[in-house]
């Protein structure tokens, strides 16, 4: 065997100061220099696709700032002339020629044996679409946020055609402009119950976790009787006791605050749980032994210790109140026309024979499997960002 003593030996042998400061790069001192919020932000900046979701969500949620504009027609305008009129697909190209962005005008027929209306487009008269134009056509006059009168729209149907994109409902309703207006409706009561059921997770969590014992015991037993009932009958059996003499606005907060109150048990556990494991630590005994009294110990240094795990359990749990909305509206328990949401939308597409003859009605599915995806996509990318051992 080979003596040890005659291995290399690549220790380095000059004295160790432990005193003496290693010189850092500019990268190195900018990491660990920068506040929990800033590496967070790294973090969540290396997850590709909770940041397209975030985006993706931004724009929708910009949107409903302008649902007028964007929506080609008014929401109640109804076009007699074309019930259950198919989607316009939006061309480029004529005969080989490039026209920009067009749409053919549709000729309409009666069947008499099926009783419907069957439209073809003709595909001699291309029509230009209009854009950042003043609406001279019917349904374009809106009130923008029911409050100041306006016709400047983002699209506006070609001189004497008509756009639908897709398609139109029994009624003639350009089913595009009604989602858009519909977004406005099912994106807020997310946000507005997701506030509502925040504010009484925190309060009620952190109380049963600051205090513990008793209270604790009190809120437990509380929250297990919530969560005890099948979600769906209890959501049917509150808005079914709604009365149907509140106006939409009632019904619409009416909406909102059942959602809320179902949905903070989850969140007030968690809180519940992360205030009995960070009562017990220093820096809580500490604001306490200098006469902090619990609302400053709770609101002022235990829940920022773990605000970024809160902020990402209600990303998680903004979707489920909106298919909530929806499921609720859908069986006719929820919203009423006239107030339209994505939810309202469905509940027209109940009848199956309906589907199968106007597939288009389904359509105001499309844009909440797409929001929920992307609520679930960036509320997993905030928690990876918010999780210190990552």
Not at 87 to 104: E, K, M, S
């Amino acid at each position: 065997m080979t003596d040890r003593a005659d291995l290399p030996h690549y220790v380095n042998r000059a004295p160790f100061d432990p005193l003496a400061v290693t010189e850092l790069t500019p990268e190195q001192e900018r990491y660990y220099t920068a506040s929990q919020w800033k590496l967070m932000w790294w973090r969540f900046r290396r997850h590709r696709i909770a940041v397209v979701s975030g985006a993706f969500l931004l724009l929708m949620y910009l949107s409903i700032a302008g649902s007028e504009i964007i929506a080609p027609y008014e929401l109640h305008h109804r076009h007699t002339d074309f019930l259950y009129a198919p989607p316009q697909r939006i061309h480029l190209f004529h005969d080989g020629a490039f026209v920009g962005p067009f749409v053919y005008p549709f000729n309409k027929t009666l069947d008499m044996a099926k009783m419907r209306w069957n439209y073809t487009p003709d595909t001699s008269r291309p029509q230009p679409l209009r854009f950042f134009c003043v609406g001279d056509h019917g349904g374009a006059t809106y009130r923008f946020w029911g409050l100041v009168e306006g016709r400047f729209h983002l699209i506006c149907p070609p001189d004497g055609g008509q756009v639908f994109l897709f398609g139109t409902d029994r009624l003639g309703r350009d089913m595009f402009s009604r989602i858009v207006y519909g977004a406005r409706i099912s994106l807020t009561i997310g946000l507005i119950g997701i506030a509502l059921s925040f504010f009484m997770g925190l309060v009620i969590g952190g109380i049963a976790g600051y205090y513990g014992g008793l209270v604790d015991s009190i809120v437990q037993r509380i929250i297990e009787i919530i969560r005890s009932f099948p979600e769906l009958p209890l959501w049917m059996a509150l808005s079914a006791a709604l009365p149907v003499t509140w106006s939409p606005m009632l019904v619409y907060l009416g909406i909102t605050v059942i959602l809320a109150l179902l949905d903070w048990p989850g969140l007030a556990r968690a809180v519940r749980s992360k205030f009995l494991a960070l009562r017990e630590e220093d820096f809580c005994t500490a604001a306490q032994l200098m006469g902090a009294g619990p609302g400053r110990v709770i609101f002022r240094h235990l829940m920022p210790s773990f605000m970024s795990h809160l902020i990402a359990s209600a990303t998680l749990s903004i979707p489920s109140m909106i298919l909530a909305e929806t499921a609720l509206s859908f069986l006719g328990l929820g919203l009423r026309p006239p107030i339209t949401s994505w939810g309202v939308l469905l509940n027209e597409a109940q009848n199956i024979n309906v589907v199968a003859i106007y597939p288009w009605l389904m359509l105001p599915v499309v844009p909440v499997i797409l929001v929920v995806l992307a609520f679930q996509f960036l509320g997993d990318g905030l928690r990876d960002a918010a999780d210190p051992y990552k």
